[in-house]
């Protein structure tokens, strides 16, 4: 790279990650989710605004040289991974007994109805498919289907719900349903590749991927533990820091040895990290998230918001059909499981409503997908939008409930 093309790149990030930050800071101010506005603040340097405005400098800004899209997908890459990595500090794989039998329900209330009904359906947006079908299917149904963790946590925490029973709840049962999905893409993305072109390599790719998840989660605690106390048991938090990312990197790189979608290895690495001690890892843990939460995931957020070209590829029929449908499918699904095991209404409604939250989630199935050749531009805005109008009404609902004087 000459110093003019990385000078250009530094511009880019600078454009990006300042547009991020303060489309974060004014939504955060409103009370409404930061990943709208650091997507809404890409959204203005892409084609969708500059390229519509001045699209000579859109061009020149961020496609300026020929390696400059490639090096800012390397940073679109890494803030998701670190996504990924610190939403798995907050999986919560087992199910305290007390509260089993609701979190079974939410669970399978999100994913029975919601999973088949946006396979079964795949084929009427078929012209949105640019790869495999059953690949493209596996994904309508995981569209259907996410709730998102990281945004559903941080407006319980804005509103003062993190530390009620129902928000313990509800971010549990988030765990466990996403996990589930996350192998499903995993297995998608192994599809798209061309890995699982009959039932014998299918069955291979979803055993690897399995296998791979168990293995970790059983065996990966051990095998750093024992390598801490090969490498002497005594670390400074900065270096313990380095060696958790070390290890996320790991992870990442094993997957994609493995075939197994890298997103997948990044969730998998938080996880494990995350059933470490509070009182050593916590204060790296929220090192780590500081770093990725205000630097990388904003560029991400950005990004994403970038490539959105509503100008040539925003289909308002295929948004309102898809999100009208799958949130309908999904809010119903989940108050039937909840209302069978005894629950009031409008306590179903609020399960209902927390659960059709897919934001951060469902971009990053969007973004794999897209990445993969699964999906084309047009689907690729309405998973997008889908996620962050789930993000918003969430949002609305609950602070609405509040005001209302309920106690959760």
């Given at each position: 790279m000459s110093d003019a093309e990385l000078a250009r790149?530094?511009?880019?990030?600078?454009?990006?990650?300042?547009?991020?930050?303060?489309?974060?800071?004014?939504?955060?101010?409103?009370?409404?989710?930061?990943?709208?506005?650091?997507?809404?603040?890409?959204?203005?340097?892409?084609?969708?605004?500059?390229?519509?405005?001045?699209?000579?400098?859109?061009?020149?800004?961020?496609?300026?040289?020929?390696?400059?899209?490639?090096?800012?997908?390397?940073?679109?890459?890494?803030?998701?991974?670190?996504?990924?990595?610190?939403?798995?500090?907050?999986?919560?794989?087992?199910?305290?007994?007390?509260?089993?039998?609701?979190?079974?329900?939410?669970?399978?209330?999100?994913?029975?109805?919601?999973?088949?009904?946006?396979?079964?359906v795949a084929p009427l947006f078929a012209e949105t498919n640019t790869g495999d079908p059953l690949a493209f299917g596996i994904v309508m149904g995981i569209a259907a289907a996410v709730t998102s963790i990281p945004v559903i946590s941080r407006l319980f925490i804005d509103l003062g719900m993190m530390e009620t029973r129902f928000a313990r709840i509800v971010v549990a049962s988030a765990s466990i349903q996403d996990l589930l999905l996350w192998v499903a893409l995993a297995i998608a993305t192994g599809i798209q590749q061309g890995r699982a072109n009959d039932p014998a390599s299918l069955l291979q790719v979803g055993g690897i991927t399995i296998v791979f998840a168990i293995a970790s989660i059983a065996l990966g605690p051990a095998l750093l533990r024992l390598a801490g106390r090969f490498a002497g048991g005594t670390f400074t938090e900065a270096s313990l820091t380095g060696y958790t990312l070390l290890v996320c990197l790991i992870f990442v790189a094993m997957a994609s040895l493995l075939h197994v979608n890298?997103?997948?290895?990044?969730?998998?690495?938080?996880?494990?990290?995350?059933?470490?001690?509070?009182?050593?890892?916590?204060?790296?843990?929220?090192?780590?998230?500081?770093?990725?939460?205000?630097?990388?995931?904003?560029?991400?957020?950005?990004?994403?918001?970038?490539?959105?070209?509503?100008?040539?590829?925003?289909?308002?029929?295929?948004?309102?059909?898809?999100?009208?449908?799958?949130?309908?499918?999904?809010?119903?699904?989940?108050?039937?499981?909840?209302?069978?095991?005894?629950?009031?209404?409008l306590e179903v409604v609020d399960y209902g409503m927390a659960m059709n939250t897919r934001g951060g989630p469902g971009i990053v199935l969007a973004s794999v997908a897209h990445a993969a050749g699964i999906i084309d531009g047009r689907m690729f805005i309405a998973l997008v939008l889908a996620s962050i109008f789930t993000a918003l009404s969430a949002g609305l609902w609950f602070r609405w409930r509040l005001r209302q004087g309920v106690a959760y």
């Amino acid at each position: 790279m000459s110093d003019a093309e990385l000078a250009r790149l530094f511009l880019a990030l600078v454009l990006l990650l300042s547009a991020a930050l303060a489309g974060g800071h004014i939504f955060e101010r409103l009370g409404l989710p930061r990943v709208v506005g650091e997507i809404l603040g890409g959204l203005l340097l892409g084609p969708s605004v500059l390229g519509v405005l001045a699209p000579e400098a859109e061009v020149w800004l961020f496609k300026g040289f020929a390696a400059q899209p490639a090096l800012l997908s390397a940073f679109y890459w890494l803030g998701l991974i670190l996504l990924m990595f610190t939403a798995g500090f907050k999986v919560q794989p087992v199910l305290p007994r007390d509260d089993r039998n609701l979190m079974v329900a939410l669970v399978v209330g999100s994913v029975i109805l919601p999973f088949p009904f946006g396979y079964l359906v795949a084929p009427l947006f078929a012209e949105t498919n640019t790869g495999d079908p059953l690949a493209f299917g596996i994904v309508m149904g995981i569209a259907a289907a996410v709730t998102s963790i990281p945004v559903i946590s941080r407006l319980f925490i804005d509103l003062g719900m993190m530390e009620t029973r129902f928000a313990r709840i509800v971010v549990a049962s988030a765990s466990i349903q996403d996990l589930l999905l996350w192998v499903a893409l995993a297995i998608a993305t192994g599809i798209q590749q061309g890995r699982a072109n009959d039932p014998a390599s299918l069955l291979q790719v979803g055993g690897i991927t399995i296998v791979f998840a168990i293995a970790s989660i059983a065996l990966g605690p051990a095998l750093l533990r024992l390598a801490g106390r090969f490498a002497g048991g005594t670390f400074t938090e900065a270096s313990l820091t380095g060696y958790t990312l070390l290890v996320c990197l790991i992870f990442v790189a094993m997957a994609s040895l493995l075939h197994v979608n890298v997103i997948f290895g990044a969730l998998l690495a938080g996880l494990i990290i995350g059933r470490f001690p509070a009182s050593t890892f916590g204060p790296v843990k929220q090192r780590i998230a500081d770093i990725a939460i205000w630097f990388f995931v904003p560029i991400y957020f950005a990004l994403v918001g970038h490539r959105l070209n509503l100008a040539s590829e925003f289909d308002w029929r295929l948004i309102l059909l898809f999100l009208l449908a799958s949130s309908a499918v999904k809010i119903i699904s989940v108050m039937t499981a909840v209302k069978l095991i005894g629950r009031s209404w409008l306590e179903v409604v609020d399960y209902g409503m927390a659960m059709n939250t897919r934001g951060g989630p469902g971009i990053v199935l969007a973004s794999v997908a897209h990445a993969a050749g699964i999906i084309d531009g047009r689907m690729f805005i309405a998973l997008v939008l889908a996620s962050i109008f789930t993000a918003l009404s969430a949002g609305l609902w609950f602070r609405w409930r509040l005001r209302q004087g309920v106690a959760y």
